[in-house]
């Protein structure tokens, strides 16, 4: 048979190709089949499948299916996932219009990122543009260097100097972001929903129905309106210091016809006078510090030159106090302590005069129920100016601020939150991405009335860790609402230092994304920081390492003082004089100890007799103050130590210091 197979193969025989086929066909076993040729086939028997065999193929197709199922479906899900859960529109999302909002989102995108600006207002600028600031004034260092540069800088120079007129404020914030191609702005739009999964931030739902997706957010506007959708957690302004008085916000006027000559020639500074174009030259700022390094401490010095900011007055001073103290405002919630003036470039003047209280100044509708108050008080105000300050005989209410200006924010709880010993024992900390030397302004009083400034730093820093949520690891908070304490704001959540802090957020979010590390990493490794802070001087931002004493340093009634002002009990002003050597006046130990049992006690203890007496306090006078307390017993408690620490002895004449240290360890006894 095999040789007539061959034969048959050789000949290109069709049959033979089909005979193994019809053996299994047609043959059974034992039977003998006959081909043409005469040859003869035996099939043998076929060994019969066990019903094993038959079960161990069936599941080994089912188990080849079941892979097969399994594959396609993980290939779709993992394309779902691709496609719809971990897809992002943009790399950064910036939510805010405010200066900050710009700063940071003009950084990223310079630096590589596709950013969306999200905006609540139709024109940019935030409180800088709606809420009429005046002045941007920047900070200098103890040598006359300027701290402020980077993106500030541009800004500045923008602007003509310090000086604010509102429309060219506005168009250099519209140019800085329209010569950015990557990044898009969406003007008018409200963030109303955050999604959140483990511990990030996955998209943002705005009020036209748009769901945004990214893989960074910053939140830049006033009140921290994403992160707190977001589940961030905040401290709220004066409740960390226990003050119950309301913080007031303003409300800008913007008025006409002023006769500048007769009006600055009343006032103790004179306008300086603009030139050319209507508009002061720009100050000779010098180049931005290219060379400065963290790893030195020397640093090239600019130029010192005055700013010709336009600007009527020096920040916090307010003009016509005596006349203004006059004025009996409508709104018994209303004060009007003095006048803030700044001149616009079309003959009108930005006039803060108006304070409000009574305003929960993180309630939208109370800062709207604020400016409908405002907006009644205003016309009688102008009435009143036009009577009793020179040069304003003609002047009318050209326009209001679209929004109140608010002076107490909230404080994120962030990864380090800075605090006033921060700012006045000039901290200077490894992840510092700015820095500053503003003076220290107490929040939740009217500003302007130098007995208000708790200190004023030479330099100090702030840290990048600030910026970052406790909770979240891809979001980062910018503006007064990042991480400071209430009595830091006053300092750290001015505009200026903001912008620059701003730019080191901007930067930061595009090192996380190239280095693949959310923000909590980038916090804790230092080569990473050092990388972000490199950066941020190759763009210009001036940083510096340092080692500045402080005022009082090594003082032995240093900590008490550190307590009292840590309340917001004690203020140094602009030459940080707490004048602890002066004598101390009997209604002003009451007035200590009164304020400072409110603080620590929340209304346990009080004074039950504030004395009104001018003279020197004695030792007898303080223990009668302590005498006064409600619910002790003075004469229970031990103070032998503590009289002799302090030599205290009947008749004895006490000065500030003492005094103050005095109660402060008082006030501890009392505790335990």
Known sequence: MRAAQAKMGSKGNPVSLMFPMAVLLLGKPGRDLTFAGGEAFTVK?????????????????????????????????????????????????????????????????????????????????????????????????????????????????????????????????????????????????????????????????????????????????????????????????TEEIRFEDPVPVSLVMEMGGLDWEIFTSGTPLVALKNQGNNRPSIPDLGAPNESNHLAHDHHDHMEDREDQSGALVKPGMLLYQEIMSRYQALDPLIETPGLLVVQQDNGTALVEAIFIYGVDPLECESREEAWLRGEREAEFLVRFLRQNIPGLEDAFLAVLAPRVKVWETSGLESLYRLTLEDILEHRDFWDKIALSSSPATHPGMLPGQEKRILGNPALYSVPFRCLVPAKLTNLL????????????????????????????????????????????????????????????????????????????????????????????????????????????????????????????????????????????????????????????????????????????????????????????????????
């Not at 600006?117 to 935030?126: I, K, N």
């Open 45 to 237: 028997p076929v060994p019969r499948r066990t019903k094993r065999s038959r079960i161990n193929k069936t599941r080994l197709i089912a188990y080849v299916v079941a892979l097969v199922l399994i594959l396609y479906a993980g290939k779709t899900a993992m394309s779902f996932y691709v496609t719809w859960v971990s897809r992002v529109d943009y790399d950064l999302v910036v939510i805010g219009g405010e200066p900050e909002g710009v700063a940071a989102a003009v950084a990223a995108a310079r630096s590589g990122l596709d950013v969306l600006l999200v905006d609540p207002y139709e024109e940019l600028g935030g409180r800088l543009v709606q809420g009429k600031t005046g002045c941007l004034i920047p900070d200098r260092g103890p040598e006359g260097d300027l701290l402020n540069q980077g993106l500030f800088l541009e800004l500045y120079r923008e602007l003509a100097g310090g000086r604010t007129d509102l429309k060219a404020a506005r168009e250099a914030l519209e140019r800085m972001v329209q010569a950015e191609e990557s990044l898009f702005r969406l003007p008018q739009r409200r963030v109303i929903d955050v999604r959140v999964r483990r511990e990030r931030i996955v998209s943002i739902g705005l009020d036209d129905g748009q769901r945004i997706r990214a893989s960074r957010f910053i939140d830049a506007t006033p009140e921290a309106t994403a992160a707190r959708l977001a589940g961030a957690n905040f401290t709220r302004g």
């Open 477 to 672: 908070v910018v503006g007064s609402s990042a991480g400071y304490d209430f009595l830091a704001q006053g300092s750290a959540g001015k505009m200026p230092l903001g912008i620059n802090v701003a730019q080191a957020a901007g930067i930061a979010a595009a090192v996380s994304l190239e280095k693949e590390v959310h923000f909590h990493q980038l916090s804790r490794d230092e080569a990473l920081v050092a990388s972000l802070q490199e950066r941020l001087i190759h763009r210009e931002a001036y940083l510096r390492n340092f080692r500045i004493p402080y005022p009082l340093e090594g003082h032995p009634h240093y900590p008490a003082l550190r307590q009292l002002r840590s309340w917001g009990l004690l203020s140094g002003g602009y030459e940080n004089d707490y004048r602890l050597g002066d004598p101390v006046k009997i209604a002003e130990l009451d007035e200590m100890l009164e304020a400072y049992l409110e603080r620590v006690f929340q209304r346990r203890h009080s004074l039950k007799q504030v004395r009104e007496e001018h003279t020197q306090a004695t030792f007898d006078d303080l223990l009668d103050a302590l005498d006064h307390i409600s619910e002790i017993d003075l004469y229970t408690m031990e103070l032998g130590e503590l009289m002799v620490r302090y030599n205290f002895y009947p008749g004895r004449l006490l000065n500030r210091g003492e005094a103050f240290a005095f109660l402060v360890d008082f006030v501890e006894i009392m505790k335990e």
